[in-house]
């Protein structure tokens, strides 16, 4: 089994910075995907940012240029660096592993852009 611990959500203003972090444990095998979803209220769950183990990554349109994602391997951490934080990135953001067809999920971390 793996397991996934978000943190870093919170509270920012816009135009403000956060980031989160995921920490994975358990049986981990090479190679493998980590990333970050978001899921607005009555929307459906999107893709932020993905990253291979071995240092590929794609984001999603909308983040582009502001959010960049990175990984610690020897610590089985990711991470997600959000700059100039909009309103339209209120979600509640999941981290992901993907490992030889099985997908674990993370249970979420809340950020919410507000003045």
């Known amino acids: 089994q793996v397991q996934l611990v978000e943190s870093g959500g919170g509270l920012v203003q816009p135009g403000g910075s956060l980031r989160l972090s995921c920490v994975v444990s358990?049986?981990?095998?090479?190679?493998?995907?980590m990333g970050w979803y978001r899921q607005a209220p009555e929307k459906a769950r999107e893709l932020v940012a993905g990253?291979?183990?071995?240092?590929?990554?794609n984001y999603a349109d909308s983040v582009k240029g502001r959010f960049t994602i990175s990984r610690d391997n020897a610590k089985n951490t990711v991470y997600l660096q959000m700059n100039s934080l909009k309103p339209e990135d209120t979600a509640v953001y999941y981290c992901q592993f993907w490992s030889f067809g099985h997908n674990y999920w993370g249970r979420g971390t809340q950020v919410t852009v507000s003045s």
């Open positions: 358990g049986r981990i095998f090479s190679p493998n995907n």
């Open positions: 990253m291979t183990s071995g240092g590929s990554t």
